[in-house]
């Protein structure tokens, strides 16, 4: 499978934990972007990565989110201290220019 | 704010019946309109997308049409098929922010067979 790859699939954690997610892009894609998206809503834009360097961040991406893409390969999202409202699909984007995104399949989160 | 208002929020068609969504926008510097399929548990897919210097652009059974002076765009789908039921969203994108795209809360279609 040469697609858009993130693990996990599901995410069940108690408030206040913290948790990690993993996004494996497209191998020859240098763009790499974080969205956001909620029941009954389209995905809103979190960040995003041009090869290791990450060039914006949205203002829904409070401090106790950190992304990363060391290396400019795969990308992790950390959220500190998980609130309920932090509940959602965490989907994964890449791309080698601004145009076709390919998304994963998303990180289903829940937090209780 | 949401920077593009889509519509309706779900419909119902019949098998070979056209499927409609119109969405809407506010800020003309828009230079790219994608839509996008997502089916349960997947990501979204690109579908096809237009430009603003053309009023429609058809691929299959999928057509947009640009209505550049009313800001609005919407997407056809023709002679709809089962395997079409899905969630269509409708995207924006600003040439100076060509990573970031700005979604519509998307239309779920349900092809009845």
């Known amino acids: 499978d040469t697609g858009v790859s993130q693990d996990p699939r599901h995410k069940i954690t108690k408030r206040g934990q913290n948790v990690t997610f993993r996004c494996d892009p497209i191998s020859e894609h240098n763009r790499l972007y974080w969205y956001r998206q909620t029941l009954g809503q389209g995905p809103e834009f979190l960040t995003y990565?041009?090869?290791?360097?990450?060039?914006?961040k949205s203002r829904l991406l409070s401090d106790r989110f950190s992304a990363e893409r060391p290396k400019g390969s795969f990308s992790t999202l950390e959220i500190q201290r998980t609130e309920q409202g932090d509940s959602a699909m965490y989907l994964c984007a890449s791309s080698t220019h601004g145009e076709k995104l390919f998304f994963g399949s998303g990180t289903q989160l829940s937090v209780l | 704010q949401q920077q593009v208002k889509q519509s309706p929020q779900s419909l119902i068609v019949q098998k070979g019946g056209i499927s409609i969504i119109n969405c809407a926008y506010e800020?003309?510097?828009?230079?790219?309109f994608p839509w996008y399929q997502q089916f349960p548990g997947k990501g979204p897919a690109l579908l096809i997308a237009?430009?603003?210097?053309?009023s429609e652009k058809k691929e299959g059974r999928f057509t947009i049409s640009f209505n550049k002076s009313a800001k609005q765009f919407s997407l056809h789908i023709m002679d709809s098929q089962p395997g079409d039921s899905a969630t269509y969203f409708c995207?924006?994108?600003?040439?100076?922010?060509?990573?970031?795209?700005?979604f519509g809360a998307g239309t779920t279609v349900t092809v009845r067979a």
């Open positions: 237009i430009r603003p210097d053309v």
């Open positions: 990565f041009q090869n290791e360097a990450q060039l914006e």
């Open positions: 995207a924006a994108r600003l040439p100076s922010n060509d990573y970031k795209l700005s």
């Open positions: 800020n003309t510097a828009f230079d790219y």
